[in-house]
């Protein structure tokens, strides 16, 4: 599982650098959470304090497929 969220944060950061996003990987707080935008610039803030959160790898596949389609 843990091999598997480390691949998909290393997904979502490829497909930043191809779309020219600013990524930011911070641990702050304490609840996970992905968050995008578009305007006024291309950013994603991937917030992971806990990593034992049993939601963790769903919610960075979620939102891979949601910047995926973004950039369709």
Do not use: A, R
């Amino acid at each position: 599982m843990k091999n598997h969220i480390s691949n998909k944060i290393n997904d979502i950061l490829i497909l930043c650098s191809k779309h020219n996003m600013e990524f930011i990987y911070q641990k702050e707080g304490n609840e996970n959470f992905v968050e995008y935008s578009i305007e006024p610039q291309k950013k994603i803030i991937i917030n992971l304090p806990n990593k034992d959160d049993e939601n963790l790898e769903e919610t960075l596949d979620l939102k891979f497929e949601e910047l995926n389609q973004l950039f369709k």
